[in-house]
């Protein structure tokens, strides 16, 4: 059973209609409580760093959410959720984030190095491009995956990226440390590439389950 974080941020309709598309069951809440038997968590995330953790603070969620990840059962952030899981951002002034994982998430320059203009935000289909193997790409395709953010994470630590796209420089796409996962694009709107990394997701949420059922 995989819990989608409900804080009021999230793409919540679209994520769990994807998991409804892969037959696996899901709940959405913001309860802790409840959250607390799902087998893996999802957060999701659409709007502003600072507002997110803001509210995740203010209902105690991120302390949830540390203790979660503890724990080793699998997490994964999605767009902006996964950007919380790093150590700050600098939407709207700096803001500590979860710093699960190393980096930190700055805005698009908008412009080259050579002076030339490009679009903020990052909107469209980009290519992934496979950084190193893990349970969350098996089978999935080196394919077109669809992005919206004006904001990128900087300065990760590399073996921590899963795999890239390419906007005026590396867009970490893909990021996973242990337990603790996360995509920067949509994959609930990314077609089969992304369906198939939601699946690799929730088939790793059913072999942790299952391992902790013969210990």
């Given at each position: 059973m995989i819990g989608i974080v409900d804080y009021g941020m999230g793409n919540l309709h679209s994520v769990s209609k994807a998991l409804e598309r892969l037959n696996y069951d899901y709940f959405i809440s913001e309860d802790q409580d409840e959250l607390q038997k799902a087998d893996g968590l999802i957060l999701p995330g659409v709007g502003s760093f600072k507002d997110a953790m803001a509210i995740l603070r203010s209902e105690k969620l991120d302390q949830f959410l540390l203790e979660w990840a503890r724990s080793g059962k699998p997490l994964l952030g999605i767009c902006l959720g996964m950007q919380l899981l790093f150590e700050e951002s600098e939407e709207n002034g700096e803001t500590k984030g979860l710093a699960l994982l190393q980096g930190k998430v700055r805005r698009f320059k908008g412009v080259t190095q050579s002076g030339e203009r490009y679009k903020v935000p990052h909107m469209g289909w980009n290519r992934l491009e496979f950084q190193q193997k893990h349970p969350l790409l098996?089978?999935?395709?080196?394919?077109?995956?669809?992005?919206?953010?004006?904001?990128?994470?900087?300065?990760?630590?590399?073996?921590?990226l899963l795999a890239s796209s390419s906007y005026n420089g590396v867009v970490p796409a893909v990021v996973g440390k242990n337990n603790v996962l996360g995509a920067q694009f949509h994959p609930e709107k990314s077609s089969t590439v992304g369906m198939k990394l939601l699946e690799n997701f929730a088939n790793l949420v059913t072999k942790k389950r299952e391992a902790k059922i013969h210990e």
């Open positions: 098996d089978d999935v395709e080196e394919g077109h995956v669809y992005f919206v953010h004006s904001y990128v994470v900087q300065g990760m630590d590399p073996t921590q």
